[in-house]
């Protein structure tokens, strides 16, 4: 059973940084890419930023060059490392894996959410 743990969320005031972390557990072949999505009350989930197990990354344009991704695949764990965060940015942030199955299925799987709040 695969399962997400998050980690590092909580209340930071404009400015500052945050890094979260996602272990990822259970795979039955090997996790591909990983990521962080976030979303507000109302409205839909969004991507974040992703990276693959060869270190492709992606960002959307309104955390470029402030939110950083990376992984470590022995750990199974990916990080977001968030600088320069604004008020905008206050979300819940989910942990997004994609496992790969011993059919070479992919399977997708999400955390339970860590609440980021950015006071202004």
């Known amino acids: 059973q695969v399962q997400l743990v998050e980690s590092g969320g909580g209340l930071v005031q404009a400015g500052g940084s945050l890094r979260l972390s996602c272990a990822a557990s259970?795979?039955?072949?090997?996790?591909?890419?990983m990521g962080w999505y976030r979303q507000n009350p109302g409205k839909q989930r969004e991507l974040v930023a992703t990276?693959?197990?060869?270190?492709?990354?992606n960002y959307a344009d309104s955390v470029k060059g402030r939110f950083t991704i990376s992984r470590d695949n022995v750990k199974n764990t990916v990080y977001l490392q968030m600088n320069s965060l604004r008020p905008e940015d206050t979300a819940v942030y989910y942990c997004?894996?994609?496992?790969?199955?011993?059919?070479?299925?992919?399977?997708?799987?999400w955390g339970q959410g860590t609440q980021v709040t950015v006071s202004s």
């Open positions: 259970g795979s039955r072949g090997s996790f591909d890419t």
């Open positions: 990276i693959t197990s060869a270190g492709s990354t």
């Open positions: 997004n894996a994609e496992d790969i199955g011993p059919d070479w299925g992919r399977y997708n799987y």
